[in-house]
């Protein structure tokens, strides 16, 4: 397992015949706009192409395939994108294709390097940003489409530019997009203002039990699998809640549990300065970035809500 530079992974790709492009479980628009935008640039070479996510895709991102043809492949050069470790992959594709990963790019500086190669760049953004430059380096010329799926990557990891892992190198990129032609606004309100009536139903059920802790600079809410069946909503819609705990008045960190279909749990977690989101969850054996991070829990409930909260006390005093 070994570290490869930009012109590397571009090299890598250039000489596969045909790539298998992997995104995480739970797919956002980051690990989707990379996928997609990597997998439309590759084409664009003649190269047969294939995108693969274990879990549905959201609406908001089926734009992203733009009727590119999915491939069947055989012996093709496997790349992940914007997984930071083998088991984000999902249950299944983490077996499936454990130690098969040719190339692994992202831009969490807590990858776990399962790949042969892996082209890692924390100081991206987004994994987006670092396929835009790779699309670049591979001298395929950057469509409305790619940039388009560039844009989505950037601007949902972003939080539509306004986390502090928003760059000048984001900007830059967002205005190539613009010029290229991509309409931002329909995009921004697709990705953060549209609101189902199933949304705001499981919302209304989980910030009903909100929890505060530290003196209110810990919000904490949890969302179980039968809030999910009362309200109609699903994974997809629940990513909007674990930005929301953040941004109550007073709270430093936010933590939203969601339960899974197997009864364990995932744990997001969102954090403004200087509480550092990643060191948290890592004690968790999860990781993630400075402000934004998640982990994974098989204890029951309110013991997962323990360990959660006693890490944050922990980095908070």
């Known amino acids: 397992m070994k570290h490869i ?7 890598r790709l250039l000489a596969a015949p045909a790539v298998l492009i992997l995104a995480h479980s739970h797919p956002d628009g980051d690990t989707l706009g990379s996928a997609w ?3 439309h640039a590759l084409r664009a070479l003649g190269k047969p192409v294939r995108v693969l996510c ?20 055989e012996n093709a050069y496997i790349v992940s994108v914007d997984a930071a ?17 040719d190339l692994n790019i992202d831009h969490h500086a807590t990858n776990g390097l399962y790949a042969k190669d892996n082209f890692i760049d924390p100081s991206a953004s987004a994994s987006a940003e670092i396929i835009g430059e790779l699309i670049d380096a591979m001298g395929v010329p950057m469509t409305s ?36 032609g991509v309409e931002t606004e329909p995009l921004d309100r697709a990705f953060f203002e549209n609101e189902t009536k199933t949304y705001l139903a499981l919302e209304r059920m989980a910030f009903d039990n909100l929890r505060y802790f530290c003196d209110g600079r810990v919000a904490l809410v949890a969302v179980t699998q039968d809030m999910f069946r009362r309200s109609g909503s699903n994974d997809e819609e629940y990513i909007k809640i674990v930005a929301r705990v953040k941004n109550i008045e007073g709270v430093l960190a936010g933590a939203a549990i969601r339960e899974k279909e197997d009864g364990s749990y995932k744990i997001s ?49």
Do not use: K
């Open 269 to 317: 977690m969102r954090t403004h300065p200087p509480v550092d989101a990643a060191a948290i969850c890592a004690r968790m054996g999860g990781g993630g970035h400075l402000r934004a991070a998640g982990a994974a829990s098989d204890l029951p409930l309110e013991e997962t809500i323990a360990m959660v909260v006693r890490n944050i006390e922990e980095a908070l005093t």
């Open 85 to 101: 470790e083998e088991s984000l992959l999902g249950d299944v594709f983490a077996r499936e294709y454990h130690g098969r990963v």
């Open 37 to 39: 935008a990597l997998a």
């Open 54 to 73: 274990e879990d549905r895709i959201p609406a908001m991102f089926a734009f992203m395939a733009g009727g590119l043809a999915q491939a069947a492949l």
């Open 145 to 180: 489409h790619i940039a388009s799926c560039i844009y989505a990557g950037i601007s949902t990891d972003t939080g539509c530019f306004r986390y502090a892992n928003t760059t000048a190198r984001s900007h830059l990129w967002a205005a190539r997009c613009m010029e290229l």
């Open 5 to 11: 530079d930009l012109n590397a992974a571009a090299l």
